[in-house]
């Protein structure tokens, strides 16, 4: 049993144990379009009432072509987009996934977290990472080969901020000269390390709330999932890290299509996905994001599915 949760973190850490799923938003738009934001807000409700337990989105800064394809992301401002979704639901978690920590002013990103945590009821969860995009860097000002020791002071300043006690909250007053940001949040707002952030596995065991990798066959991910527990076990004693996956996700309408590999992901049926899932959460996994892999269903048809055939079998 987990103490002194977060609603947030309560939402992805079941109580009774049980693996739950989030959803990676919005999902994929024609190139050159934006998400409609009315049916955000309606996939929103859905997802909630469909026992989802998080949204999260991406930080991305600027819409650089990416990948063989060169297309390029054009995404609203994470914050922007979880508040307008925080307006819509009232349970559901909140996160990114992740913000680019060494490419945001820690004052800046704690006081846009605190607001966030504050308006939707203590819903955040914080997904930092370090970003690996040349060209974000030198546009920003940032040193991309500085990232690993940027990041890691940049998180402890963060993590002064975003405390509700005071010994800890020492650091961010040495660093405004006795300035608060704002009123403390009732509880810690959890920090997810997405990715490794150029730390070692060690590090990001003894210092976050979470870790988020992303999704590799089973017995690959078993072992990444040893060396975690690992390093959790290593830690002594402090925080009690919850342990989250991504996977892209091709749900197929048929319930007993076998699941194939794609890629960092599966194109399967709901069945199929199940199982899958339980055998991810018999390693350790507490919480998996969707990320739809195509646009070729209808979100909210996937949503319903998820909702109907894999939710009530975890």
Same mark, same amino acid.
């Given at each position: 049993?987990?103490?002194?949760?977060?609603p947030a973190m309560a939402a992805v850490r079941s109580p009774d144990g049980?693996?739950?799923l989030g959803l990676m938003t919005p999902p994929p738009q024609p190139q050159g379009s934006m998400a409609d934001p009315a049916q955000a807000r309606e996939l929103a409700q859905l997802a909630e009432a469909q026992g989802i337990a998080a949204l999260w989105t991406r930080d991305v800064p600027l819409a650089i072509p990416q990948g063989q394809d060169r297309l390029a992301s054009s995404l609203d401002d994470p914050f922007q987009w979880l508040s307008m979704l925080a307006g819509a639901t009232s349970?559901?978690?909140l996160g990114t996934a992740a913000a680019v920590l060494p490419l945001r002013h820690p004052l800046h990103l704690a006081k846009t977290a605190l607001s966030l945590d504050r308006i939707s009821g203590g819903r955040l969860l914080l997904g930092v990472a370090t970003g690996d995009r040349p060209e974000e860097f030198e546009i920003f000002g940032a040193s991309l080969d500085e990232r690993r020791d940027a990041f890691r002071d940049r998180w402890a300043l963060l993590r002064s901020a975003l405390s509700p006690v005071a010994q800890e909250r020492e650091?961010?007053?040495?660093a405004t000269d006795g300035y608060e940001l704002m009123v403390p949040p009732a509880q810690r707002i959890p920090q997810?390390?997405?990715?490794? &952030?150029k730390q070692t596995l060690q590090w990001n065991a003894a210092h976050a709330d979470a870790w988020a990798t992303y999704y590799r066959p089973f017995e690959e991910q078993k072992g990444r999932f040893g060396l975690w527990r690992q390093a959790v076990e290593q830690r002594g004693q402090g925080n009690d890290p919850a342990l989250i996956q991504s996977m892209s996700l091709d749900l197929l309408e048929?319930?007993?299509a076998p699941a194939q590999e794609i890629s960092l992901g599966l194109r399967t049926g709901s069945k199929a996905l199940v199982e899958t899932l339980r055998r991810y959460r018999e390693i350790g996994l507490e919480h998996c994001i969707f &990320?739809?892999?195509s646009d070729d269903r209808p979100t909210g048809e996937v949503i319903g599915q998820l909702g109907r055939e894999v939710v009530p079998h975890l």
């Open positions: 049993m987990h103490q002194d949760l977060s049980r693996l739950t349970t559901i978690a650091h961010l007053l040495q997810v390390i997405v990715g490794s &952030a048929d319930p007993d &990320a739809k892999a």
